[in-house]
């Protein structure tokens, strides 16, 4: 099965489980179905990530893939966002949520194939490569500061209230990607991390010939 149908039935599958919890009201059941569409979301990720990387598929092709499963994480939230809110609950900020999840959609899905280009194509664009790890690092960061903010506002506890706080949903949703997203983006950056000694091993053959001069 393509990598595509794979985030195909992936983001269906999860956008029907999150919106079917939401519109059954049970804040409960919402945030553990969100919870584990998204860990879901972040095993897939990871484990395509580690089989590219075991198979030495060039460094573009691996990018890809891993903003690919980037990209299916917010497009998850910003549909489930975007139907929650247009049909099911009634909260006025909802948009926000959603114009911030959908751009970083399709950031991470234009970077994905430009990046895919590049490994049909049998080309290496280390420009590309070096953006996107620091676009990584980036969102790790950034995730790991959402998850902080949304427990210092207690924004996590919004769900056991749902008639008082409607954004329950918003949040549920935006802390389970956030996680997701921050498991994806350390594997990532492991991976990569662990690439780095073995490309300095191959190549330091190479300059110790550059160094040696032929007898003249």
Not at 127 to 146: D, E, F, K, N, T
Request: net charge neutral; charged share 15%.
């Amino acid at each position: 099965m393509s990598s595509l149908v794979i985030w195909m039935i992936s983001l269906t599958v999860g956008l029907c489980v999150t919106i079917l919890a939401a519109g059954a009201l049970e804040p409960q059941v919402h945030i553990a179905m969100s919870a584990m569409i998204c860990l879901a979301f972040a095993g897939l990720g990871i484990r395509e990530n580690r089989a590219q990387y075991a198979a030495g598929l060039p460094k573009s092709a691996i990018a890809a893939t891993t903003a690919h499963y980037m990209g299916l994480v917010w497009a998850w939230g910003a549909l489930a966002i975007l139907v929650t809110y247009m049909f099911i609950l009634t909260w006025h900020e909802w948009w926000q949520f959603f114009a911030g999840f959908a751009f970083a959609a399709v950031l991470c899905l234009f970077f994905a194939s430009a990046l895919n280009r590049d490994a049909e194509a049998g080309r290496e664009d280390p420009s590309m490569v070096r953006i996107s790890r620091a676009l990584v690092m980036v969102q790790l960061v950034g995730m790991v500061v959402a998850v902080i903010g949304l427990i210092i506002d207690k924004k996590v506890t919004h769900f056991l209230f749902p008639s008082r706080y409607p954004d329950w949903a918003a949040n549920n949703i935006a802390l389970s990607g956030a996680v997701a997203l921050a498991l994806i983006s350390a594997n990532a950056l492991l991976t990569s991390r662990a690439e780095q000694p073995e490309m300095e091993a191959e190549a330091a053959p190479e300059r110790r010939r550059g160094r040696i001069r032929p007898a003249s």
